[in-house]
């Protein structure tokens, strides 16, 4: 995504604490700009079940997953789990070895 062959429209979130840091922000490395972006995507204080979702726009085979907290402050992921769809509506989590690979 930090080569930005994935569009910021291909991009959604649950939430966003400031309106500095959405979906357009969830690019590794992105550098913080003052009253422009956070460098990384945060959601809502109030959202209890924050997601992340990329709409590839084609089926893709994906082997590597980055995550990367935002430097100088406490905003990192701590748990995820991967899910496709081919609707962007409903989602089937990842499995390996039928077992759920939340991490």
Same mark, same amino acid.
């Given at each position: 995504?930090?080569?930005?062959l ?7 979130v ?12 969830g690019?590794?490395g992105?550098? +913080?700009?003052? !009253? ?7 959601? =809502?204080?109030? @959202?209890?079940?924050?997601? %992340? ?6 089926n ?5 997953l980055?995550m990367?907290?935002? +430097?100088?402050? !406490? ?5 995820y789990?991967? =899910?496709?769809? @081919?609707?962007?509506?409903? %989602? ?8 759920q690979?939340?991490?």
């Amino acid at each position: 995504m930090s080569s930005k062959l994935i569009l910021d429209s291909q991009m959604k979130v649950s939430s966003s604490k400031f309106y500095t840091s959405g979906a357009d922000n969830g690019r590794k490395g992105l550098p +913080s700009i003052p !009253n422009v972006r956070h460098g990384g995507w945060i959601a =809502a204080d109030h @959202d209890s079940d924050p997601w %992340f979702q990329v709409d590839f726009i084609v089926n893709v085979t994906i082997s590597i997953l980055y995550m990367q907290g935002l +430097s100088g402050t !406490n905003h990192s992921v701590t748990k995820y789990k991967i =899910a496709s769809s @081919d609707d962007g509506e409903t %989602f089937s989590d990842y499995k390996t070895n039928n077992q759920q690979t939340a991490k």
